[in-house]
């Protein structure tokens, strides 16, 4: 938690944009690998840096081997998103505004270089709704794979 507040505390200081940070919640392996970690989906959970209350887990492929281990591999773009409400949601202004092309909450590098798997939230306000993007962009040529999940505000507890 305190990697979370340091990153929070900066983007405040310097008006960036907030990204997560997921922590790791298990994984499976999906091919055997003689020589480094296998191949493996893995499971991320974060929680919306912008909007407290939405939680959000991600299922992405990992490349293992020597090349995968020694982070020198490029993941593939296969990813799912869903996002729930653990507690009140209150959407700030700013999110309310909204922007055309969303706002990312979340991204990780999945290739040394030039590609990354991103979340983009949107607003939805004629249903008032959260709708979560993941999809993998690269310099030159994103990929169309994707996933969404909503999030209804709704009412909590009492």
């Excluded at 091919?31 to 480094?36: A, D, E, P, R, T």
């Excluded at 409400?85 to 979340?106: L, M, T």
């Amino acid at each position: 938690m305190k990697l979370r507040t340091m990153v929070l505390s900066m983007a405040l200081v310097f008006g960036m944009t907030t990204v997560a940070v997921a922590e790791d919640i298990g994984s499976v392996s999906t091919v055997f690998k003689m020589l480094g970690a296998n191949d493996k989906i893995v499971i991320e959970a974060f929680d919306d840096p912008d909007i407290d209350g939405v939680t959000c887990y991600l299922s992405r492929a990992k490349k293992g081997g020597v090349s995968g281990t020694l982070g020198l591999a490029e993941d593939t773009s296969d990813a799912s998103v869903d996002c729930v409400q653990i507690g009140p949601i209150n959407i700030p202004a700013r999110v309310k505004a909204g922007k055309e092309d969303g706002e990312a909450v979340f991204k990780k590098r999945t290739s040394l270089l030039f590609k990354t798997m991103q979340v983009v939230r949107f607003y939805d306000a004629k249903r008032n709704v959260l709708v979560y993007l993941s999809y993998s962009d690269r310099v030159v040529e994103g990929s169309p794979k994707n996933s969404i999940s909503t999030v209804p505000v709704l009412p909590w507890g009492e």
